[in-house]
């Protein structure tokens, strides 16, 4: 079975730091691009970062960029968003997706390409 699994949510001051893990079980995730996603109540999901195959990554959108980071150890089947400077305006529930590429690559899906979706983990930025 095909499964995503996020972890690490958590609340936490603003200005705090969280990383949260996105462990895939039942394929290898080294030949899958993985993106992070957040929504927060009463609006839409958006994309924030994706990583490649080759280990590059794109931000989706600009609030993401500078204060996120986005990495993978492909030995524990694990990709990784690191959060730094957390903002109230950060709080969602946030997912990670992987689409399949099958082969070292720079590509990165659009938002609304990727196969597999994780149930979400509860990110509360508050003080």
């Known amino acids: 079975q095909l499964q995503l699994v996020e972890s690490g949510g958590a609340l936490v001051q603003p200005g705090g730091s969280l990383t949260l893990s996105c462990a895939a079980s039942?394929?290898?995730?080294?030949?899958?691009?993985v993106g992070w996603f957040r929504q927060a109540p009463g609006k839409e999901r958006e994309g924030l970062l994706c990583?490649?195959?080759?280990?590059?990554?794109?931000n989706y959108q600009d609030s993401a960029k500078g204060r996120f980071t986005i990495s993978r150890d492909n030995a524990k089947n694990t990709v990784y968003l690191q959060m730094n400077s957390l903002k109230s305006a950060d709080t969602a529930v946030y997912y990670c997706?992987?689409?399949?590429?099958?082969?070292?690559?720079?590509?990165?899906?659009?938002?609304?390409?990727?196969?597999?979706w994780g149930q979400g983990t509860q990110v509360t930025v508050s003080s």
């Open positions: 039942g394929f290898t995730l080294s030949y899958y691009a």
């Open positions: 990583i490649t195959t080759n280990g590059g990554s794109t």
């Open positions: 997706a992987a689409d399949g590429v099958y082969g070292p690559s720079d590509y990165c899906p659009g938002v609304t390409e990727y196969d597999y």
